[in-house]
């Protein structure tokens, strides 16, 4: 399966499960071991190293005079995922923590503008649902004054602050993601698209939190994703590169097939420059990795922006 879509698509499962596995990392330390990542710049470190803690954030502030809700940037799940994703570390270089800041804050802005996008096209929030997921989420994250203890400063966040913040925002991301995916559209964007007029409708609020944060814009060159693989399906508008597997492994199947097969894959739009690609090339193709639509029909998301092709 598509580790970008797992990634922004099923950021909250199971409560009781993802709660047992926060309070286990707590006591023991543990962490889940890393899948290699072909999207660097999609699903970063943060999702792959701490599942549990991806999350957007919706603020409910006080509604002004035109009805409308006013955003903010959650500081407290900010601050929860760059811990998490330093993780403590004393060797971090300067270049290196600028850039978590902004890949921490992109994505945060990237799951609210989803949110909003949702909220634009129809979906309107259960919140009687939501405070019943999130009161069971706290009756099975109880911990010991010593595992409490550790919980804050192993994640710079309290349980209590957690559930009401990081994971209560997580679920509502899931809603909205799972409403998009079964309902009509009124119009079809990328998700670069929907980021884009999000940060600008709220771009005061934004530089603010970046002020405040320290946390600069990145060269736009550092919007781009590489990957590499096999050209396992070719027509005259979009090619098919898939990873993991060799040609053999998937001559003569359907597309289906190859992606069942395929370690991971993803689906790019064709222009001239490609006109004479072959199948069961092995290529390199830089990309925006949210060039891609909202969403996803039939496993057949495609990236729309491409930068380079380059055989290998």
Request: net charge negative; hydrophobic share 35%.
């Given at each position: 399966?598509?580790?970008?879509?797992?990634?922004?698509?099923?950021?909250?499962?199971?409560?009781?499960?993802?709660?047992?596995?926060?309070k286990?990392?707590?006591?023991y330390?543990?962490?889940?071991?890393?899948?290699?990542?072909?999207?660097?710049?999609?699903?970063?470190?943060?999702v792959?190293?701490?599942?549990?803690?991806?999350?957007?954030?919706?603020?409910?502030?006080?509604?002004?005079?035109?009805?409308?809700?006013?955003?903010?940037?959650?500081?407290?799940?900010?601050?929860?995922?760059l811990?998490?994703?330093?993780?403590?570390?004393?060797?971090?270089?300067p270049?290196?923590?600028?850039?978590?800041?902004?890949?921490t804050?992109?994505?945060?802005?990237?799951?609210?503008?989803?949110?909003?996008?949702?909220k634009?096209n129809?979906?309107?929030?259960?919140?009687?649902?939501?405070?019943?997921?999130?009161?069971?989420?706290?009756?099975?994250?109880?911990?010991?004054?010593e595992?409490?203890?550790?919980?804050?400063?192993?994640?710079g966040?309290?349980?209590?602050?957690?559930?009401?913040?990081?994971?209560?925002?997580?679920?509502?991301?899931?809603?909205a993601?799972?409403?998009?995916?079964?309902?009509?559209?009124?119009?079809?964007?990328?998700?670069?698209?929907?980021?884009?007029a999000?940060?600008?409708k709220?771009?005061?609020?934004?530089?603010?939190f970046?002020t405040?944060?320290?946390i600069?814009?990145?060269?736009?060159s550092?919007?781009?994703?590489?990957?590499e693989?096999?050209?396992?399906?070719?027509d005259?508008?979009?090619?098919?590169?898939?990873?993991?597997?060799?040609?053999?492994?998937?001559?003569?199947?359907?597309?289906?097939?190859i992606?069942?097969?395929?370690?991971?894959?993803?689906w790019?739009?064709?222009?001239?420059?490609?006109e004479?690609?072959?199948?069961y090339?092995?290529?390199?193709?830089?990309?925006?990795?949210l060039?891609?639509?909202v969403?996803?029909?039939?496993?057949?998301?495609?990236?729309?922006e491409?930068?380079?092709?380059?055989?290998?």
């Amino acid at each position: 399966m598509n580790e970008v879509k797992k990634s922004l698509d099923h950021l909250a499962g199971d409560t009781s499960r993802d709660i047992e596995e926060l309070k286990q990392r707590v006591l023991y330390g543990e962490r889940r071991p890393k899948r290699r990542n072909p999207f660097p710049l999609v699903a970063t470190a943060i999702v792959l190293a701490a599942v549990l803690f991806f999350t957007f954030t919706v603020y409910d502030g006080e509604q002004n005079n035109t009805t409308q809700q006013v955003y903010e940037v959650n500081e407290i799940v900010y601050d929860h995922l760059l811990t998490t994703e330093t993780g403590g570390r004393q060797s971090i270089t300067p270049e290196e923590l600028e850039e978590l800041r902004y890949r921490t804050l992109q994505q945060i802005l990237l799951f609210d503008s989803l949110t909003d996008y949702a909220k634009q096209n129809g979906y309107v929030e259960d919140t009687e649902a939501i405070e019943k997921h999130i009161a069971e989420a706290e009756q099975s994250s109880e911990l010991s004054p010593e595992e409490e203890q550790k919980q804050q400063e192993t994640f710079g966040v309290t349980m209590e602050d957690y559930i009401q913040h990081v994971y209560r925002w997580s679920y509502q991301q899931q809603l909205a993601s799972t409403w998009i995916e079964t309902h009509e559209l009124n119009d079809s964007k990328t998700k670069r698209d929907v980021l884009t007029a999000f940060m600008e409708k709220n771009d005061e609020v934004i530089s603010e939190f970046m002020t405040k944060k320290s946390i600069l814009y990145l060269p736009h060159s550092m919007d781009f994703a590489v990957f590499e693989g096999i050209v396992a399906y070719l027509d005259q508008q979009k090619v098919l590169l898939v990873h993991g597997v060799e040609a053999s492994q998937i001559k003569g199947k359907s597309p289906d097939e190859i992606i069942d097969a395929a370690y991971d894959y993803a689906w790019f739009a064709l222009d001239d420059s490609t006109e004479d690609m072959t199948l069961y090339t092995q290529m390199e193709v830089t990309f925006d990795p949210l060039s891609s639509p909202v969403k996803d029909a039939d496993r057949r998301m495609m990236y729309e922006e491409i930068v380079e092709w380059v055989e290998l």
